[in-house]
């Protein structure tokens, strides 16, 4: 029963350009929720959270936002870097999505 | 701070044999996660442990799969009998909060042959 889904496997866009990664979640009582982003041979390190009180929250270069009626999230990385290549993950209580590979390209 | 600390890093092992994993967690982190992440199904949560007491085993596969957490700076993960199916990097997490950040380990990486 996976209640945190990303759907998109993989993302690849050019540096400068936005990349969005998406997250669905089942249970509205979810009310709590971060991204993850993880290298390579290391474990994945927190990168921002929600709570379901906002609908956006922003970090420099890093913004999410929150639909709570479509029990959908979303990451925003504007402009996107070549550092930012990493398999990125939502998660809600304790349980994450797969993960979404993002490369991007020079 | 060393942050979460496990060990080992990398454990190849034939089927049938005991397997254990174990991990620090931050000092003064009062939650303890383990995950598996494959492929497949991405990050697992198998168990995490409140103030060293097991709160919700059930991502735990089956009875194959155990885990203790004797005391606040030390856990582990064991299977035993080991499967090939159970090749995957296992990874330990602490938190200072429920649902607050968790900080990740290294992760383990399994393989059984």
């Known amino acids: 029963d996976q209640q945190v889904k990303q759907n998109s496997p993989s993302l690849s866009v050019q540096e400068g350009r936005i990349s969005i990664l998406n997250c669905d979640y089942t249970?509205?009582?979810?009310?709590?929720f971060l991204w993850y982003k993880k290298y390579p041979a290391e474990g994945p390190t927190f990168l921002i959270s929600i709570s379901s009180i906002k609908d956006k929250n922003e970090d420099g270069r890093f913004t999410v936002f929150l639909n709570k009626s479509a029990k959908h999230l979303s990451l925003h990385i504007v402009p996107s870097q070549p550092g930012d290549s990493a398999v990125y993950f939502c998660?809600?209580?304790?349980?994450f999505g797969a993960g979404t590979r993002l490369t991007v390209k020079p | 701070d060393a942050g979460v600390i496990q060990s080992p890093r990398h454990e190849v092992t034939e089927m049938g044999q005991e397997v254990t994993l174990r991990c620090k967690p931050i000092?003064?982190?009062?939650?303890l996660f383990w995950y598996r992440q494959t492929m497949m199904r991405g990050l697992e949560l198998l168990i995490y442990?409140?103030?060293?007491?097991?709160?919700?085993d059930s991502g735990m596969p089956e009875d194959r799969f155990s885990a203790k957490m004797p005391n606040a700076s030390f856990s582990t993960l064991k299977i035993q009998p080991s499967e090939p199916r159970d090749s995957a990097v296992y990874f330990c997490?602490?938190?200072?909060?429920?649902?607050?950040?968790?900080?990740f380990g290294p992760g383990t990486r399994l393989l059984v042959l």
């Open positions: 997490a602490s938190s200072s909060q429920f649902e607050e950040t968790q900080y």
């Open positions: 442990f409140n103030n060293n007491v097991p709160i919700d």
């Open positions: 998660a809600a209580n304790m349980r």
């Open positions: 249970n509205s009582m979810f009310d709590y």
């Open positions: 000092s003064g982190h009062d939650y």
